[in-house]
């Protein structure tokens, strides 16, 4: 089966940095992606790592390390928009097909 | 530019009701389609995918079932509602190919079963 592992919360300051893990266990993988979802709104994606590194996004950077089964999502320069919940998601090959599996989410939250 | 629409917004049902929620996707052809559920503060639950026209994956077994009537048309019905199908309903799109894999989302049904 799949399984994906990330802290359920997380709470840091306005201006900080603050790193949300991910790891997990899967066959098939194809990459890491991360997504945000605000309180009653949908996600909209961050971030996808197919190889091992880092990728940047402005204040938003996101690393995969394959071996290690392991992620992180990193926000710089934290805001009070930030606080959402941040999701990781697994790309899988699944019959040829490339499938997603959804964390069961981070609740980020930014105090001033 | 590609967008997502589903409908209705929010939807309040009695339980054995049937239920029917569609989603469409305009400015793109041949994509990736899915259905997702989230529960109150929990993560998205894959329910259905689809990779093309009468082409659907069932991820869990359930009183619910989906259909993909035409390229960018994606339903998702039940004939008899359960307590336990309350939640957020979430439809999204891919590309069809492989690469960097984002998914885009519709703004989502808010089902209550009463």
């Known amino acids: 089966g799949q399984s994906l592992e990330q802290p359920s919360e997380v709470t840091a300051v306005e201006g900080a940095i603050v790193q949300i893990n991910c790891t997990y266990q899967?066959?098939?993988?194809?990459?890491l992606s991360w997504y945000q979802q605000h309180d009653g709104g949908a996600p909209t994606f961050l971030s996808y790592?197919?190889?091992?590194g880092l990728e940047e996004t402005g204040r938003f950077s996101s690393f995969l390390s394959r071996s290690d089964s392991y992620g992180y999502l990193l926000l710089q320069e934290l805001q009070m928009k930030d606080s959402a919940s941040y999701f990781c998601?697994?790309?899988?090959?699944?019959?040829?097909?490339?499938?997603?599996?959804f964390g069961t989410g981070t609740k980020l939250q930014v105090i001033p | 530019s590609q967008t997502i629409h589903q409908w209705p917004a929010t939807l309040v049902q009695p339980v054995g009701s049937p239920l029917s929620l569609e989603c469409t996707v305009e400015?793109?052809?041949?994509?990736?389609l899915y259905w997702y559920r989230q529960a109150a503060g929990r993560g998205l639950q894959l329910l259905f995918y689809?990779?093309?026209?009468?082409?659907i994956s069932s991820e869990v077994p359930q009183n619910l079932s989906a259909s993909r009537p035409q390229d960018r048309q994606f339903i998702l019905s039940s004939k008899k509602l359960l307590l336990s199908d309350s939640g957020f309903y979430l439809c999204?799109?891919?590309?069809?190919?492989?690469?960097?894999?984002?998914?885009?989302f519709g703004p989502g049904t808010r089902l209550t079963v009463t």
């Open positions: 899967t066959s098939g993988f194809y990459g």
């Open positions: 998601a697994v790309s899988l090959n699944s019959g040829g097909y490339q499938k997603v599996t």
């Open positions: 689809s990779v093309g026209i009468g082409q």
């Open positions: 999204a799109w891919s590309v069809a190919a492989w690469g960097p894999y984002e998914q885009y």
């Open positions: 400015g793109t052809s041949n994509p990736n």
């Open positions: 790592n197919a190889l091992d």
